[in-house]
């Protein structure tokens, strides 16, 4: 017997109805692992911050871009006697750096050059990649909904008193050009596919 018109187009709709279920049962599978490795990626980073926090005010911290600013000691300069002139000649020099010492090039302090010295090279977050893009990971200073690109960054925010009573705690965007030389309270989130922003932790830097 064979199958009728009506039957072949049932059979076929039936199809389609089947395919569109599995596709996007594989949608909604792919969107959730790429949101858990998204989500995994941050708490890499909270978990390098909040163990940073205490290490940052030494002086072999590494890397210096993220460390605390340091005190400066002034050193007393030194007097050499000129032969046969008597004559002082006052030389200065840094504290731990002879002469021949290689200069090194100072941070700015600002998170831009943290973040650059974790993400470049062996830094601690340079393996880690964007789980939507695939692109180096990185941080945000917001969610954006119509922004695509913002998908799976990690968003920093910084905490600072509220002037009004009972003063609780603030958080605004952590900028390129905050500095990072001060201990901070930062609050990790990351952004998910649809620009919306998922709390991972609170950490101190």
Known sequence: MQPSSTDIVFLLLVGVMLAAVGLMGWHAYDDARREFA?????????????EAG??????????QACALATVKEEQ????????????????????????????????????????QALREGRGALAG?????????????????????????????????????????????PLTPDDLVQTPLKLRVAVCDRWGHTRHVADVDF
């Open 54 to 63: 205490p290490q940052r005010g030494r002086s072999n911290f590494h890397p």
């Open 128 to 172: 880690l990649r964007n789980a939507y893009s695939g692109e180096s990971q990185a941080s945000t200073v917001r969610c954006d909904t119509a922004d695509p690109k913002t998908a799976g960054a990690v968003l920093l925010e910084k905490a600072k008193p509220s002037l009004t009573e009972p003063r609780p705690l603030q958080f605004s």
């Open 76 to 115: 007393p300069p030194l007097a050499i006697m000129l032969e046969g002139s008597g004559r002082e000649l006052l030389i200065r020099t840094e504290s731990g750096q002879g002469g021949d010492a290689p200069a090194q090039t100072p941070s700015d302090g600002s998170w831009r050059a943290c973040e």
């Open 38 to 50: 998204a989500a995994s990626h941050a708490r890499v980073w909270a978990q390098w911050l909040s």
